[in-house]
């Protein structure tokens, strides 16, 4: 790989619009002058705590704390080299990189250098091709004819790298030792097991269906037995190893990606075969889970390819089971998903071969909400236990949806599909606040009571705001007395309650002056929490002296809380000397110019350097 000057990569950089990046996988919005907001897309949650600097070139989630520039986000979301990366923002960008080719010293320290990683990739393609050049010749008759029974054709075979493992025990472990790939490799890719008898092939007279990822690199498999007599499980996939792991991946994302963005959808279905049926039939947007339990992490994986993922689960009884099950995954996400439902023993392979491709078009488009289905499966409960216990159910996934126009339609509807009053059902969404809200019976400490929203300010006052970015920023400033005394000066409640949590965690950390910001933003309301997460990354009281900019902060809320005072003084003398209140009068015109020196002071003090 060839070398690329920094000043080159630097220039991709600059003329990338982070922001417009970002916002293929991310919905952003504006949060200031050349700040955006968003969900983090690295992982589950609620608030917004994952923002993008236009100016700066530059992300961080203070909820995961990860953070970089574009080429960095790319890596990680696509899952991508990066010179990969950088090769496509180049073009894009219209840099040309002038990349110096490697000297053959070069060359020899880069293969040496191999990372871990791309050793193991290596691995795995090899495995790959090995079990592809198996299906292709005398041994794989048997699983060319399942495949071809399925009604998969060689393009889409050739598409999903269709292989087969051939019976010996030792197949492919043969093969590797020929290629001088260490069996310790194999164990750790979960492609060779270990008994008392020795090492053995994991896969072994199966048709095998390769995952791939985004870059259509293999890293795991998934294997279908041929002989429907073995006493085996019918399919198996790769235990889970540092480049698999089960719950986060999809069978055909490689393949499905261009169609999904381009038709914003996204079809989940269970089985391996059904995808590349669908594929088959042209539906090239579908894609499984590793098995038949949908996971929270590919949840929230295709839902940031997709605007609407559509689940297609089988017919029977443990399709809908299924489907159920996921529901509340699909709210906790605020991802649009919906319910569509095969005939009863009918699955999706079955159905695009016998009715076609538009059926299941028309199958997927009139897809119902998760929730509209849920509610609506909730009208065959007649029994007042039943009424009572689907209410509830329901209550709990309510409260999860985050739009509270959407909310309150939802359970609109629950009412009139359980012929209940709105009250009764607006007293269960209560009850289900109040069950997420009490403390848990192993916690024995008093959290600090909240702040009621009518004594709160509406704005965060800017000094105030600025102390708390500041000592947030360089916590070891927590422990001087510059940090209490502007503490005390605090004013916004808020703010005074971030300034305790702060001192807290770390004189509790012992030595250490680290804070843990994400647990440290979760004492404030959301608001506050975006705000101040904001101006941390705006950079708002980044400075070379990090003492001196607390004292003169300090001192400045001292003055205002001075001035404030001196105010409230006049007022009282005026209302004093109106009512003929002589010795009130007397000792507020002392205390006036005690207040004037102190305010004298304070101003000679923010002059000094």
Known sequence: MPLVPREKIDDVRERTNIVEVVKRYVELKRAGTGSWKGLCPFHSEKTPSFHVNETRHYFHCF???????????????????????????????????????????????????????????????????????????????????????????????????????????????????????????????????????????????????????????????????????????????SPDSPLFHKKESLYGLHAALDAIR??????????????????????????????????????????????????????????????????????????????????????????????????????????????????????????????????????????????????????QQLAGVLRLSPQQVSRALREAVSKTQRPSNASTARPEAPVPAAVVPATLPGEELEVTVLLATYPQLLRTADAARAGELLV???????????????????????????AWLESAPPDVRVRVAEAMMDGLAKTEDPPGLLRKLATRLELSRVEAEMDMNSKMQREAQGRGDEATLRALTVRGIELRKIKEGLRVALQRP
């Not at 605007?307 to 009884?317: N, P, R």
């Not at 909730?378 to 309510?398: D, M, Q, W």
């Open 262 to 411: 381009k038709r914003e959808v996204a079809v989940v279905v269970e089985g391996n075969f059904d995808v590349m049926s669908l594929h088959e039939a042209g539906i090239e947007e579908a894609v499984a889970p590793m098995g038949t339990a949908l996971t929270a992490e590919q949840i929230a994986l295709v839902g940031r390819l997709a605007k609407t993922v559509v689940v297609v689960f089988d017919g029977d009884a443990a399709g809908q089971r299924a489907a159920q099950k996921v529901i509340p995954l699909f709210v906790e996400a605020d991802v649009d998903g919906r319910l569509a439902r095969m005939p009863t023993g009918v699955d999706p392979d079955d159905f695009v071969r016998q009715n076609g491709a538009e059926a299941f078009r028309r199958l997927v488009d009139g897809a119902r909400p998760m929730l509209d289905q849920f509610i609506q499966d909730a009208a065959a409960e007649a029994t007042i236990p039943g009424k009572v216990s689907t209410l509830e159910t329901v209550a709990e996934l309510l409260i999860k949806v985050r739009n509270p126009t959407t909310r309150e339609l939802y359970a």
């Open 63 to 237: 909820g995961c704390g990860e953070k970089g520039d574009v080429i960095g986000f790319l890596e990680k979301i696509e899952q991508r080299s990066f010179m990969e990366v950088l090769q496509d923002l180049a073009g894009a960008a219209g840099v040309e990189l002038e990349a110096r080719p490697l000297s053959p010293a070069e060359r020899s320290a880069r293969r040496e250098a191999e990372s871990e990683r791309e050793r193991m990739f290596r691995v795995m393609e090899l495995a790959a091709l090995f079990f592809q050049e198996q299906y292709a010749g005398p041994a794989g008759a048997a699983a060319r004819s399942y495949v071809d029974k399925r009604g998969i054709g060689a393009a889409v075979a050739g598409r999903f790298r269709v292989g087969f493992a051939p019976g010996r025990w030792d197949g492919l472990s043969s093969y590797m030792s020929s290629q001088k790939i260490p069996p310790s490799d194999l164990e750790r890719l979960g492609l060779v097991g270990v008994n008392e008898r020795g090492r053995y092939d994991f896969f072994r007279d199966r048709v095998m269906l390769p995952v791939l990822d985004r870059q259509k690199r293999v890293i795991g498999f998934g294997g279908r037995v041929l002989d429907p007599e073995i006493k085996d499980r019918k399919y198996v996939n």
């Open 492 to 518: 916004h409640p808020l703010m005074r309650q971030l300034h305790r949590a702060a001192i807290e965690q770390v004189t509790h950390g012992g030595s250490s002056s680290q804070l843990d910001v994400p």
